[in-house]
């Protein structure tokens, strides 16, 4: 993700008169109770609809191709669920007392569901809404869960607002929060379905209820008075949150809490000055970063040879600029350009996608730049700087993560890792979600790769605290070994990738009629073959441009490798951030990565697993959880009901990495919020550990120093068999 942020498409929510999410992995459940946590730390527990009150019986259920037996009493009351194999979703529904459920003052709506089948299955919330006389206007959530597991689905509900309809949020991947078709205060049925492989599914609904709005409020005013939506700060006008800002002294009053927060939380105490285990085995110090395998797990080491898992932050920086061309009307304030204020404008010329493709350059304005610096005063990019490095290790963290400013590496108090990113002609026949893949067969792919290196070799090269490089960042690697083939052979004629195919081709086969025999195909001669606008199909033609694709791969790692090792020989090599890739692409990483890196955007790595063969450390480049209750619109590529639960599913998350034995290492996306109006490409996610006014999420805090402070022990805990 990052700054050329994530391959993975846009996995959030999509409001209309309909919500999906899509398949999702799994996380760690509150059993048997489910709570909400405020930032004052009191638990309110899950608002029940089922189990719920005596009058609740299975009279209010239904089943919908599916048998229902209801079990336990009380709290423990649960409904099995024995599907019909000729249904298509089939399921149980829980049809309300009344006439419908009221759950407008609710922030979701959460059904706790386990998979008692003997093979994967996906399991469906949906509510609906009758109010309009349609039955269509649902909202809808799916998880896909692993036998025996359990997971939590839930919906968001958000403000009805069918005026919404007449508003426009250009340059966002969401506008505000409402719904303009779902109605929460009259939901007439809520239904839990399956569906999967299996012909008869077999699924457990153990809790049925609603979640509270944490003390978020609405105020909707009518179209006409709805811009502008973002004050002074940034921030949203329309909604009040725990934590919000009003006002500059209020900034400064946190800041002098957070000091006093950070000194009663000191470091881990089992670290060395570069985070590594003190108390830990010795491996004997080289002055570089290194990796071991150590009892069946690898492992980094650090410059002192301290067993070391890295555990990061990303996109470090002292600036979060959002477009404000054609959408000036958004703002509230937008100061002379002359004032203080004014040197927060900017101009930019990055666009690869979203609203701002093709309209570059835009103006821009930091509204995290002004707050910080008006929280700081004078010097406020050192005054940040040192207190971003306080927090790193009083939260327990011990990495300066990717897309990281390089005032923040050059405090050299927390080692970090560099992005390395250069321009290269591409293949033209790709297709990617950042861009085309690079001609690793044109000359400049070595030569503009070398120019960019050869900058690290007086700085971070010779740098202790400098952990390694990523260079590039989710690539398209495509399905099959052979999709790249197929995009340089669909090339234009002049493009390196494609003459190097055929020049492939022409040495496996010699003669023309050699290839004819393997393709049974009837070409004349070379040329022919050339001539061909995309290759035929078949498997021996499917084997040889998997074959080809194979050697682009190698080529690729082969030449990354070879310049890394020529600009710093004493730095680890971390692969280039696979957000997908196929196995024979990861394959060719493993020969020449020192470390794998993945963007896992998921609920859970614990169980992940490299393809067949393959035994190498993985760092895990990038993963966040995002919600809806502190005023963003989006909560990015794996939701959360609100922040307690974010909190826990990051907790979770990265003490199921600290159990996986390939992985060494989590870095969280990102340090600030995403700008509520939107990044560069529209991206507006609520994935911080600071807001747009420099205010920590206490409950990620919380998680972080809660896993910190054991980082090393549960790493180090009982080992898995090599």
């Not at 002055?287 to 890295?310: I, N, Q």
């Not at 290790?393 to 992005?419: C, I, Q």
């Not at 590039?472 to 494609?498: F, M, T």
Request: hydrophobic share 35%; aromatic share 14%; glycine share 10%.
């Amino acid at each position: 993700m990052g700054r050329a942020a994530p391959a993975v498409t846009d996995m959030g929510m999509t409001i209309s008169t309909r919500l999906i999410f899509p398949r999702t992995g799994e996380w760690l459940l509150l059993l048997p109770v489910l709570f909400v946590f405020h930032p004052a730390g009191q638990a309110q527990s899950l608002r029940p609809l089922y189990p719920g009150p005596r009058g609740f019986e299975a009279r209010f259920l239904e089943g919908a191709g599916a048998t229902f037996f209801l079990r336990g009493k009380g709290e423990k009351r649960r409904v099995l669920v024995r599907t019909d194999p000729k249904e298509r979703w089939p399921g149980v529904r829980f049809h309300p007392p009344g006439r419908a459920w009221d759950l407008s003052d609710q922030l979701a709506l959460a059904a706790e569901v386990r998979n008692d089948g003997k093979v994967p299955a996906h399991i469906s919330l949906r509510a609906d809404c009758g109010k309009l006389g349609r039955k269509d206007v649902f909202i809808q959530t799916t998880r896909t869960l692993d036998p025996g597991r359990k997971a939590l689905l839930f919906l968001p509900l958000l403000p009805y607002y069918p005026q919404g309809k007449k508003l426009s949020f250009p340059g966002m991947r969401k506008g505000p929060p409402f719904s303009t078709s779902f109605d929460p205060s009259w939901i007439t049925r809520i239904l839990v379905f399956a569906t999967g492989r299996e012909k008869r599914r077999r699924f457990s609904v153990l809790s049925l209820g609603t979640a509270g709005k944490g003390g978020t409020v609405d105020r909707l005013p009518p179209p006409w008075k709805f811009f502008p939506l973002i004050d002074r700060f940034g921030q949203y006008t329309h909604r009040s949150w725990p934590g919000k800002t009003y006002s500059v002294e209020e900034m400064r009053g946190r800041l002098r809490e957070e000091e006093k927060d950070l000194a009663a939380h000191p470091p881990p105490r089992d670290r060395d000055r570069f985070g590594g285990w003190s108390k830990g085995p010795a491996f004997g110090a080289t002055g570089s970063f290194r990796v071991t395998k150590y009892r069946g797990k690898w492992w980094l080491l650090d410059p002192e040879g301290r067993l070391f898992w890295s555990f990061g932050l990303n996109c470090l920086g002292l600036r979060l600029p959002t477009p404000i061309s054609r959408r000036k009307n958004l703002f509230s304030f937008l100061p002379g350009r002359k004032s203080p204020a004014g040197a927060f404008y900017g101009k930019s010329f990055l666009a690869p996608l979203g609203f701002y493709a093709g309209k570059t350059p835009y103006e821009t304005y930091d509204y995290f730049g002004l707050n910080l610096s008006r929280k700081y005063g004078a010097s406020w990019q050192g005054k940040f700087v040192a207190l971003t490095m306080r927090r790193l290790k009083s939260w327990g963290f011990n990495t300066t993560g990717n897309w990281s400013d390089r005032v923040m590496l050059e405090a050299k108090r927390v080692p970090y890792v560099v992005p390395i990113h250069y321009p290269c002609p591409p293949i033209q026949g790709s297709k990617g979600y950042w861009g085309k893949f690079p001609d690793v067969f044109h000359p400049r792919f070595r030569a503009n790769l070398r120019s960019r290196l050869s900058l690290e070799k007086t700085r971070s090269a010779r740098d202790l605290w400098c952990l390694g490089y990523f260079v590039d960042n989710e690539l398209s690697w495509g399905k099959r070994a052979s999709d790249l083939a197929r995009a340089s052979w669909q090339s234009p004629a002049s493009q390196p990738a494609r003459k190097a195919l055929f020049q492939f081709l022409e040495r496996r086969y010699k003669r023309v009629q050699a290839l004819n025999e393997a393709w049974g195909a009837g070409f004349k001669s070379w040329k022919e073959v050339r001539n061909l606008k995309a290759p035929p199909g078949g498997g021996k033609a499917e084997a040889d441009l998997a074959a080809f694709g194979r050697l682009l791969f190698e080529t690729y790692f082969r030449t990354v490798r070879g310049e890394v090792r020529r600009a710093a020989p004493k730095k680890l090599y971390l692969g280039c951030r696979f957000s997908t890739a196929n196995a024979e692409a990861v394959r060719a990483a493993a020969r020449f990565c020192d470390v794998l890196s993945f963007n896992w955007y998921a609920y859970s790595v614990a169980d992940k697993k490299l393809p067949q063969g393959v035994d190498k450390p993985v760092l895990v480049g990038e993963f966040h959880f995002g919600a809806l209750d502190r005023g963003l619109f989006h909560p990015g590529l794996r939701p959360a009901a609100n922040q307690a639960h974010r909190a826990k599913l990051f907790l979770s998350y990265v003490e199921g990495a600290l159990r996986n034995p390939f992985i060494v290492g989590a870095h969280w996306f990102k340090y600030q919020d995403e700008p509520t109006t939107g990044r560069f490409d529209g991206e507006n996610f609520q994935i911080g550990f600071i807001d747009t006014c420099d205010t920590p999420y206490p409950e990620m805090v919380q998680a972080a120093r809660a896993v910190g402070q054991k980082l090393y022990p549960l790493r180090a805990g009982p080992a898995k068999s090599p």
